[in-house]
């Protein structure tokens, strides 16, 4: 058979026509890049780009012809960011009223928000916050409930499916947690029992907590997320271990609320993979979740964000002071810490993402040095959620899920803030230069 230059022709249009534009080859010339492993800086580099992943990086990577070339000679170039612990799909609606600061308020708000918010709304939300932490250079999540009716579900599915720009997001689905979820009992109308499972799972007993878990799963759970110690009672150690073994039987690991010392001694004793916040954690019981691998999600709130929640001031300043001293021990004791935020409110003059960002103060007033820090955000995170073999460091074969910064984060954390570029499985999200 002969081929003549007509057949070329069509040959070659029908490649164009038809190749997947993910098989374009990007080229990146990194001027700075960090080696998040080793908390170092290479220069010069290439990274080349092809369907999303990384397909060579170094200094004498060649750029082929025809490849986009993008400039970042100026910048420093690092992996994209993670947040362990969002709630993407609930904002707390006009913010919480400033002149109501009891306790006893910010719940009452918490409760009629939830209830007003339904699940098709909390989607929209759930879009609009994806895309700005996005933006702000968080590629990958963990999001960890409040989401209604399965809304982080659609969501996901919805940025997997391309219809909106987000991170990849590892979600939990419905919180599974003893009766009366995260709301306090004397709030919840009995003669209105809906409304608390809106949006918790009750777990009371070990079928329950299977039914619970399962549910989940069947739903489009990545995670499974369990309070364990918002009410009066608690899960044991026995009731935590039971959901460990249920979740871990289908692949998933379990997050663990866990706002005091007993209900974070029975989440590390379960073995579940994080303690989420973890502010009541004494050196031996962080000694404890060193031993058993258990990582820290602090949420570890500075001051300025405990405010914006409307805590007065001297409070938010005390809580933030013992929430900075928790993570210094916790980073001395040598805990896997992996970033973790828990934004769910407005802040004023931030987006959801650079408002994420300024959880960083505490860790810098807690004196964990930035290449610690970008671990917590990046590699050390990647291992918690399970996607280090694809996402969190820059190498062969990750995801093409990167940030640049004009200046050194390593030398100033702060440069976080300062993104100017974000590309996400090699799609390009964000470029401000
Ligand atoms: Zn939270």
Redesign the pocket.
């Known amino acids: 058979m002969t081929t003549n230059r007509t057949d070329v022709l069509a040959a070659t249009l029908l490649l164009t026509l038809f190749s997947p534009a993910t098989a374009q080859l990007t080229a990146i010339r990194a001027g700075r890049l960090i080696d998040i492993h080793e908390g170092t800086v290479t220069t010069d580099q290439v990274i080349l780009v092809e369907g999303g992943k990384i397909a060579a990086i170094g200094p004498d990577v060649e750029i082929p012809d025809g490849a986009d070339v993008i400039d970042l000679s100026d910048a420093v170039v690092l992996p994209g960011l993670f947040d362990c612990?969002?709630?993407l799909c609930y904002t707390v609606k006009g913010g919480f009223n400033h002149t109501n600061q009891g306790e006893m308020g910010f719940r009452e708000q918490f409760l009629v928000n939830t209830l007003t918010q339904p699940a098709a709304y909390r989607a929209l939300v759930g879009a609009s916050n994806a895309r700005e932490v996005l933006k702000a250079g968080f590629t990958t999540v963990r999001d960890?409930?409040?989401a209604c009716d399965y809304a982080d579900t659609a969501l996901r599915m919805a940025v997997e499916d391309g219809l909106v720009p987000g991170p990849t997001i590892i979600n939990a689905g419905m919180i599974i947690s003893p009766s009366g979820g995260q709301f306090p009992g004397e709030l919840l109308n009995p003669e209105l029992p809906g409304i608390g499972p809106h949006e918790y799972l009750y777990a009371d007993t070990r079928d329950d907590l299977r039914k619970a878990v399962r549910q989940n799963i069947l739903r489009g759970a990545r995670v499974i997320k369990l309070v364990v110690d918002d009410q009066p009672y608690i899960d044991s150690v026995g009731e935590t271990a039971f959901v460990v073994a249920e979740a871990g039987a289908a692949g998933l690991k379990v997050a663990a609320?866990c706002v005091t010392e007993a209900g974070a001694r029975h989440a590390i004793e379960g073995g579940v993979a994080s303690v989420?916040?973890g502010f009541e954690m004494p050196d031996e019981l962080l000694d404890l979740a060193r031993e058993r691998d258990v990582a820290l999600v602090g949420?570890d709130f500075p001051a300025d964000l405990w405010d914006a929640q409307g805590m007065p001031r001297p409070m938010a300043e005390t809580r933030s002071e013992k929430i900075v001293d928790r993570l210094r021990r916790a980073h001395e004791a040598g805990v896997t810490i992996a970033f973790?935020t828990?934004v769910?409110f407005p802040v004023a003059g931030q987006t959801r993402g650079s408002a994420a960002l300024l959880f960083t103060d505490s860790f810098r007033e807690a004196g964990i040095p930035p290449a610690a820090i970008l671990r917590a955000m990046t590699v050390d995170a990647a291992r918690l959620l399970g996607v280090e073999g694809e996402r969190g460091a820059l190498g062969r074969g990750m995801a093409a899920d990167l940030i640049a910064t004009p200046g050194n984060p390593l030398e100033d954390i702060d440069a976080l803030r300062e993104a100017v570029f974000v590309m996400k499985d090699g799609e390009v999200v964000r470029d401000d230069r």
């Open positions: 612990h969002t709630h960890v409930g409040n609320h989420e916040h949420t973790g828990d769910f």
